[in-house]
């Protein structure tokens, strides 16, 4: 194999596999990008695998001769990195196991891998939707923050993916809150109602491409074990997550008797300065609601106490209500409204959190309270 790339061009998708490669595996292939030149159109491929999350790629390149070799992830795209910013980087096989790096007057010679030993990438066929970047994107930002850190419980390390033919929605939580939220969006050549559980890390790479460029269009399809996302030049492949989510309508609460109103930037600042002096590990915040106050505080017997007062419309009785500060400010990070609405019955019963005023997607965020 021998081929000329620009070496922008190749940073910039080295970028989108390298986080996908495993760091340290029993399998060594999986810590290597495969660089396939047996194209006839001018272009290479390039993939990366941890063989849950796979994802394949192109990038223009000058072809003198084929072939196919599998180059240590990391350390490629750091010396990719690391070269001239304008450079025509040359790259050459000595043998199945050697490659030549060349720029300039920089050179490297690094041990690969055969392409043979690469992990098979399935094939994406045909689309069975089309979803435009902007909102997919939006809606894992919502919804990616609670999904269970504890990989025992499969089910929940992933976000449920609902699409018919009039909305989409995304669902996750980690049995302590639960993440919500729903667009319009018709879908007219879909004949039934799509549910699939996303794993996280899958996510979490669609996520970051997407971030790249939001005006992307994801053509999605599935089969019985695989997720295809497909954008432009970039195919992301997942394995599908088996498992029964749990039923999130009975999670979301209704009728709740109580309301308030926020400024959603005054209680993020809020939350904020009471959280200095919080539990690191408990990370709990007490509401104490009166009539037109709202008391934060947080007590912690090695650093102190801390409180903010709020000014609040309410005229129930006195409750006191205990939130960890780290779910707070997750939602308070991503919601795009100027006002927050929370609503609660009492203090066990879960809280909902939601924006206030016109939005173009509906956004529920259910929080169980901590004991005080």
């Given at each position: ?160 993916l609902i699409i018919n033919r009039n909305f989409i929605k995304m669902v996750s939580t ?28 899958t996510v979490s790479e669609l996520s970051k491409i997407l971030q790249a460029d939001q ?36 999670v979301i609460p209704r009728n709740l008797k109580n309301k308030l109103i926020f400024t ?109």
């Open positions: 194999m021998k081929i000329k790339v620009s070496r922008s061009e190749l940073l910039h998708e080295l970028s989108q596999i390298t986080p996908v490669v495993e760091k340290s595996t029993k399998l060594p292939i999986l810590s290597h990008i495969l660089i396939d030149a047996n194209r006839d159109d001018e272009t290479i491929s390039l993939a990366g695998s941890d063989l849950d999350v796979s994802i394949k790629t192109s990038c223009p390149a000058h072809i003198e001769e084929k072939g196919a070799i599998a180059i240590p992830a990391r350390e490629l795209t750091d010396l990719v990195r690391y070269l001239p910013e304008d450079s025509e980087i040359e790259i050459c096989t000595e043998d199945s196991e050697r490659v030549f790096i060349i720029a300039g007057k920089s050179k490297s010679r690094m041990v690969c891998l055969p392409d043979e030993t690469f992990p098979d990438i399935p094939s994406f066929e045909a689309a069975e939707i089309t979803i435009p970047g902007d909102i997919l994107r939006k809606m894992i930002q919502m919804t990616i923050f609670s999904v269970t850190q504890e990989q025992s419980r499969f089910t929940l390390n992933g976000i449920l980690d049995g302590h809150r639960m993440a919500y939220v729903e667009a319009t969006k018709e879908f007219e050549n879909l004949d039934k109602e799509m549910k699939i559980l996303i794993p996280k890390k005006q992307l269009f994801v053509q999605f399809a599935s089969d019985d074990n695989h997720l295809f996302f497909k954008m432009e030049n970039r195919l992301l492949v997942s394995r599908l997550l088996a498992g029964q989510f749990p039923n999130y309508e009975l959603t930037k005054k209680l993020k600042q809020s939350v904020n300065r009471v959280n200095v002096l919080a539990d690191e590990i408990s990370k709990r915040i007490m509401f104490k609601i009166t009539p037109q106050q709202l008391l934060l505080r947080t007590e912690n017997i090695k650093k102190g106490e801390a409180e903010v007062e709020m000014e609040v419309e309410y005229n129930g009785a006195e409750v006191s209500l205990g939130f960890n500060s780290q779910y707070l400010l997750e939602f308070l990070n991503v919601v795009e409204s100027e006002e927050v609405i929370f609503e609660f019955s009492d203090n066990e019963a879960p809280g909902l959190f939601r924006p206030h005023g016109e939005m173009d997607y509906v956004y529920k965020y259910v929080i169980m309270p901590m004991s005080i």
